[in-house]
């Protein structure tokens, strides 16, 4: 037994290897190039020592006691990320406490499409620049290599990770061991360079150059691109396993790394156009970009699947329309894949990608997303940390201001780089926040504008039972999103048809703010004929129509599905002056609404025996 949780325990940590580390893996390929090369630096010794000094407290304060000390801690029923912590983070609070919590999260999480988009980008476009080290010849051919490479990521997404997941993790553990010693046997010719350890030498680069450090710290954040990776995947392998890669592992081998580029830049200051890739001794230089291709694909891989991950969590928590989800593995419930998801990011993707031409350039606008959810996260942990955990406020308080003070610092650094391309990830976050804020709005005013002419229940189901219509054979299932009131759908059918069958199931599909939930379906028997059935979901999962039947049968409510009818009410939503929403927003909204996928395919009902029933709704 004991042996077979360490084989275990060794699977997971192999597996989190591969899909956790990817982003921040691959960070050395440009980090130091891009922080001499954004203020255009003299490679001298101070400097050299300055920025590694700077890159190595970084990575300790942020990465190691932040995320893996301290974040990792704020799990939701052993999941995490940003949507996750935003819903524990509100689960105590009310009103407008609650409003500024979600508000925090969701714009939190529209930044991470902004680095789901630059990541593959900035990656891949690094990998290829290999091919000018090679060859100043072949530096026409590196971006159409990148864009080569991006496609086939994308065409492949509809397959799954389930069969190239299995390589991921051998991959990247080569990966951190052939970078650990590239870096190990360049430190062994300039020990000296392990005096960056020291953080004065970071300190005193700073006040050395004022300004111009201020823009380097800009491009130090991108030594902690994935470090969100840590937490947002811990519901996959666990904080443990997390734990113990970075530090047996991915720790000493990124430190090595970057300590090996200072290292040869003191014996070769010319290296700094690409230090990475100069590490490696000729005959190794076209395995070594290979490997990194290989390495910049896996990256970009856990990026897109986080996106994939995060629109789900939107879509169930009622902040994005309903979209197509298909799941990839028959074994894992978190292999999913999003048709329009896939394709969006894509095209921007290959647009970036074309646009900036260059990883240099890309690094510019890359922070901004990364710093600005650093932030956030550390602001929700800290609710979280207070009223969740009851921590002390003095202590809960002094931890979150040493975070904040540093993630701030970076934000603001990053900001600089606002017109060199910075506005790009900030662009589109806000894009998001602001579908993902209408659609809530939208679904709420419309909710509100749909109870105002209700009929209230109970009365409606006593009325009927003493005064019944004509009763038809057979079960109808009116699909409702709230528990009170008459559905639409329901008095609508007894309009026209005037007919109603012997059993009425009013059924409501509930998501929660935990990822998943044990107890399925509550069912109500509210008269002879009429039942109400609750199933419960959390927003880690998607609702099937048929696991709620077999989920009944044990509660006692058996139908069949080939003598049952499902009623769903189709609103056609008309845009007014009333107020409630912006009316660009209505618009907006509106459309949103006619190109959400339909209820009927998001819930897998057989569409045989649904009927629709549409019905007038002014905003």
Known sequence: MQEHQKHSMAAITLGAIGVVYGDIGTSPLYTLSVCFSITNLATTAANILGILSLIFWAILLVVTIKYVAFILRADNNGEGGIMVLMALARRYLNGSAKKRIVILGLFGSALFYGDAIITPAVSVLSAAEGLKVLSPAMAEFVLPMAVAVLVGLF????????????????????????????????IMQAPQVLAALNPWYGLRFIAAHGYGAFLT????????????????????????????????????????NYFGQGALLFRQPSAISNPFFMLAPKWALLPLIVLATMATVIASQAVISGAFSLTRQAIQLGYCPRMSILHTSAREIGQ????????????????????????????AAYGIAVTGTMVITTLLFFVVAR?????????????????????????????????????????????????????KLGRELLF???????????????????????????????????THGVPHAMLHNLKHNKVLHERVVL???????????????EIKQLSNSFWRVVAHYGFMETPDIDDIVEAGKTCGLEFDLMDTSFFLSRETLISTDRPGMARWREKLFLWMSKNALRATDFFQIPTNRVVELGAQIEL
């Open 155 to 186: 065409l492949l997404q509809r397959f799954g990770t389930a069969s190239v997941g299995r390589l991921f993790g051998p991959v990247m553990v080569v990966w951190f061991i052939v970078i650990g010693l590239l870096g190990l046997h360049s």
């Open 217 to 256: 710290l800009g491009a130090v954040v991108l030594a902690l691109t994935g470090g969100e990776a840590l937490y947002a995947d811990m519901g996959h392998f666990g904080r443990k396993p997390i734990q113990r890669a970075w530090f047996c592992l991915v720790l000493p081998a990124l430190l090595l």
């Open 336 to 363: 999913i894949y999003l048709p329009f998801v896939n394709w969006a990011l894509l095209v921007a993707v290959l647009v970036v990608t074309v646009s900036f031409g260059s990883s240099d350039s890309l690094a």
């Open 387 to 439: 009223i969740n955990w009851r921590w002390p406020l003095p202590l809960a308080a002094a931890i979150t201001a040493v975070f904040l003070v540093i993630d701030s610092t970076f934000f603001c650094a990053n900001l600089l780089k606002l017109l060199h391309g910075g506005w790009l990830p900030l662009t589109i976050g806000l894009i998001v926040f602001l579908v993902m804020n209408t659609w």
């Open 448 to 482: 509100e504008r749909i109870h105002e002419h209700a009929l209230p229940l109970d009365s409606f189901i006593e009325n009927i039972e003493h005064y019944p219509p004509t009763r038809v054979q057979g079960t109808a299932v009116f699909l409702t999103g709230t």
């Open 507 to 521: 059924m409501t599909i509930s998501t929660g703010d935990v990822p998943y939930v044990s107890e399925r379906v």
